[in-house]
């Protein structure tokens, strides 16, 4: 089973995270096979995004969602770190600013979403708006229960426009978020990484796994899939990713555009110049020679 079909979220089904296995990885892949199947897949990404680029018809946007420390910066770098920088844009949506505030949520976020030929990567996203903003009450309940509605609307009319949409919850116990608070701990390079709220927000672990599995649950849609992604072990989560996104371009049946020129004519004038160069640079060798002989 392929497993963009494995991990998808299918339209209408209730999410229960506590009933998927974040520790999962296939029987059958290990470590090391997985590092150089994640090589290839990350090679073809790159083929593929430049045809998409070529193409300039449609885009793509993946949207990273996780519990703190779940891994969506190191999925960026590990996987999707591999396309070409000119057609990909990271956006991490933080704190809303006070002029993000003053408007309505997704403001910011439609400001980001991906020109045709374009990739937009969202490390966090609207989703905060159903997750942080309800978990802390931040806006009452008769507003953030609006939004799974909004949220799928807005995302409609971005498919209906053109953009491919992909999400993914990096699934984490909550004993591997202690493990990986640990290990930032244990490593100054990482210690930046570390903020108060980290411990402050685990208190609220089962309120955030409520909220997200109603936004998986509710914002599940053909048009914008949620896959929910064990990622207790990075190199089975980075296998996954790899391979759905791939698989989600593939699907794209791209072409290189047709070119706008007359490539015989074209070829013909390449051969008259390359005539004239050659003819040039025997001149100008005659020119040194006859320097050469005066000397
Ligand atoms: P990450 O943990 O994703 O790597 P970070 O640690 O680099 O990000 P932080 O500033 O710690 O950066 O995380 C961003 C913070 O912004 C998170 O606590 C997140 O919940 C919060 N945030 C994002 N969007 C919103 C929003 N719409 N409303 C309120 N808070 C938000
Ligand atoms: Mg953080």
Known sequence: MKYSDRFRVIP???????????????????QASALDEVERYTKRLRELQYLLYAEGKRSLLIILQAMDAGGKDGTINHVLGNMNPQGVKVYGF????????????LWRIHKAAP???????FNRSHYEDVLVSRVHGFVPKKVWSKRYDLINDFE???ADSGTHIIKFYLHISEEEQLRRFKKRLDDPARHWKISE????ERKYWDDYTEAF????????????????IPANHKWFRNLVVSQIVVETLESLKMEFPKP??????????????EEEEAV??????????????RK
Do not use: M
């Open 94 to 105: 933080k704190v809303p600013s006070a002029e993000e505030a003053a408007h309505d949520f």
């Open 12 to 30: 209408g089904s209730t999410v229960r995270l506590d009933k998927i296995d974040a520790a999962f990885k296939d029987k059958d892949k290990d």
């Open 213 to 228: 599995q109603d936004a998986l649950s509710r914002c599940s849609t053909g048009h914008a899939p949620w896959f929910v």
């Open 280 to 293: 040039k640079n025997g001149k100008k060798l005659k020119g040194k020679d006859r320097k050469k002989g």
């Open 115 to 121: 020109q045709r030929g374009q990739v937009a990567i």
């Open 260 to 273: 706008t020129v007359d490539i015989r004519e074209v070829k013909e004038k390449y051969h008259k110049a």
């Open 156 to 158: 409609k009319s971005l």
């Open 197 to 200: 709220s980290d411990y402050e």
